[in-house]
Every structure is written in C-alpha cells, then in structure tokens.
C-alpha cells in the first residue's frame, strides 16, 4: 500500500487529453510539499518529468503539466502520443522524513 | 554529460550482504545529496534511502533501517548501499539517484538524475 495513491491504469486515444491523479494526506502533500511526476517507459529508469508541481525540466513538451491543490496533485498529458505510453509516478516528502511514491499508473495509448 | 552507474548486483542468499556501489560523473558529485531507490519486479518505485552532500544527514526507508547502511564517498564520486541480512523482499532493481533540492511551501527535494539501476535477486 502506498502512501500516494495512483489509479492503476489510465488510457486514451493518440490526441486526447488523459489526467493521472496522486492522493495524498495531511503529512504529505497537505502539508504543504510538492509533488514531482516521473516516467519510466518500459524496460527503462524512471526520468523526472515534472517537478515542484508545475514545472517541467529542459527537454520535456509542454504537452506534459502538472498541478497541486489540497492533499492531491494531478498530471496531464494532452494531444497523445504512442511514445507516452509508460508507468508514471507521483512523489513527495512526508513527515516522518522520507520520500514517498506513489503505486505507479500504467498509461495505455489507444 | 551527467551519469550515474551503478553496480555490484547479483544473486545473493537470504541472510547474505552485498554492496552497490553508483558512480558519478560530469556533475560536481560532493555539491548534491544522494537517493537510492528500489523497484521490485513487476511493481512500482520505493524509496530506500538519502545521503546528504556531506553525509551528515542520513535516512532509511523502515523497511531496511538496521539493515542496510548508505555512504558515500567524495574524493571517488561514489555512492554506497551496504545491504545486510538480506530478505526474498529486497529483490529489486536499484537505482541511485541525484537530490536537487527544491523549495517549494515546504523544502523537499526531487530526483533529476537517475542510473540504469543493478539488479539485486535474493534466493536460494
């Protein structure tokens, strides 16, 4: 059990839109720490994809955003693409002094 | 280019140690603190520990605390995972990981830079 909750699978067909939601608690997100998004395509290391919520690193589309409000935090992906078909995983910080993960959500491209 | 490699995995009995080891380069490994984070087969990513630039501040997942041991050494620009009593559970991939530190609401960090991981199976 995670201490960040992911939906297991999301999907969506090449140019939608698809969210990947990240639920956390009051000694994580709702805290007030920020949530960073990676994505492991398959067979790979996970790459940081988001981070500090909204922001995303050189390199990375900005059909890639993120967002935070509350105890969850949300990942978009708009105008799909067979190459974003990957697991992707929300982080934070809690509390009891450790990073956290989410379970990881598994994006089908339809 | 910035990398990490890490290294020393294999096939260990329970009960057995082992030690990773990640390499760094192209980055001035001694200015950033240090993950190392964990993925089972077929499972998703779990934090396993953090090392600070000057090893003074030292954190373990409860999973593995009294058991494995993170170091670091700067002069080599290597990081360590000692691994001790060892479990069917901590078969994984593992990977080290660079901390950038981000302040947000809250100071935390994030992970920028991540190895190809090293293989850890524990059976018999």
């Known amino acids: 059990q995670s201490v960040l909750t992911q939906p297991p699978s999301v999907s969506g067909a090449p140019g939608q839109r698809v969210t990947i939601s990240c639920t956390g608690s009051?000694?994580?997100?709702?805290?007030?720490?920020?949530v960073h998004w990676y994505q492991q395509l398959p067979g790979t290391a996970p790459k940081l994809l988001i981070y500090?919520?909204?922001n995303r690193p050189s390199g990375v589309p900005d059909r890639f955003s993120g967002s935070k409000s509350g105890t969850s935090a949300s990942l978009a992906i708009s105008g799909l693409q067979a190459e974003d078909e990957a697991d992707y995983y929300c982080?934070?910080?809690?509390?009891?002094?450790?990073?956290?993960f989410g379970g990881g959500t598994k994006l089908t491209v339809l | 280019e910035v990398q990490l490699v890490e290294s020393g995995g294999g096939l260990v009995q329970p009960g057995g140690s082992l030690r990773l080891s990640c390499a760094a380069s192209?980055?001035?490994?001694?200015?950033?603190?240090m993950n190392w984070v964990r993925q089972a087969p077929g499972k998703g990513l779990e934090w396993v520990s953090y090392?600070?630039?000057?090893?003074?501040?030292?954190y373990y997942a409860d999973s593995v605390k009294g058991r494995f041991t993170i170091s670091r050494d700067n002069a080599k620009n290597s990081l360590y995972l000692q691994m001790n009593s060892l479990r069917a559970e901590d078969t994984a991939v593992y990977y080290c990981?660079?901390?950038?530190?981000?302040?947000?609401?809250?100071?935390?960090?994030?992970?920028?830079?991540w190895g190809k991981g090293t293989t850890v199976t524990v059976s018999s």
């Open positions: 090392i600070s630039s000057s090893s003074s501040t030292i």
């Open positions: 990981a660079r901390a950038v530190l981000w302040f947000g609401e809250l100071v935390s960090d994030y992970m920028d830079v």
């Open positions: 500090g919520n909204s």
């Open positions: 982080q934070s910080y809690d509390s009891s002094l450790s990073r956290v």
């Open positions: 192209g980055f001035t490994f001694s200015s950033y603190s």
């Open positions: 009051s000694s994580n997100i709702g805290a007030g720490y920020d």
